[in-house]
């Protein structure tokens, strides 16, 4: 499979200070599963209105994943909810954590989109980091219908913030075993 072509807009663009880092000691190799954070987590879980992601490591630092539109994502008749799609990329950069061994969080999120995603369509998200900076991650995707060569229907981009495992549960219902640093 190749890699989709650059973005065309890049609204949050990464500092010179910021460095692609190297993927830590038991990340995923390309071509494997990249393990889930959390099993009632609303995109990667198997929540019955969920998105059920999962995803594959690829090469330089980067996951794929299926998303199968189906009429519960819908927002508009017929097409998927704006927001569901940015849950999907969101998600996606998430599972970005399985390079670095550390937990992170959203701190920006930028989508665009470009296409309408109908209702039984299949996206494929590919997502990518590109730089680290401290605690700081800056990160690209795409999503493609008919294939991960096909046409672009939405394009992000995302600043993630590492925090330590205490995060979710000072801030969450979280129990310390229930916190994967390394998803």
């Known amino acids: 499979m190749s890699h989709p072509s650059p973005l065309s807009a890049r609204p949050l ?10 993927p830590v000691r ?19 879980g198997d929540g ?5 992601l999962r995803f594959t490591a690829g090469e330089d630092l980067s996951v794929t994943a299926e998303l199968q539109v189906r009429e519960a994502h819908q927002g508009a008749p017929g097409l998927i909810h704006g927001g569901v ?20 969080v959203t701190g920006q999120l930028n989508t ?3 296409k309408p995603v109908p209702v039984g369509s ?5 997502a990518r980091l590109e730089g680290r900076e401290g605690r700081k991650l800056w990160m690209r995707a795409t999503g493609r219908l ?8 939405a394009e992000a981009s995302a600043l993630f913030l590492i925090v330590p495992p205490s995060h979710f549960v000072d801030h969450g219902s979280a129990l310390p075993d229930q916190i994967a640093v390394n998803p």
């Open 48 to 52: 019955p209105d969920g998105l059920h």
């Open 146 to 153: 008919d294939g991960p060569d096909g046409p672009l229907a």
């Open 13 to 22: 663009d990464v500092p010179p200070a910021a460095a692609r880092p190297a």
């Open 112 to 114: 665009s989109y470009r």
């Open 26 to 44: 038991g990340a995923p190799e390309p071509g494997t599963p990249v393990p889930r954070h959390y099993d009632r987590c609303f995109a990667c």
């Open 122 to 126: 299949t996206l494929h998200l590919w």
């Open 85 to 104: 799609l940015a849950a999907a990329f969101d998600e996606t950069f998430g599972a970005l954590n399985a390079f670095v061994g550390e937990a992170s």
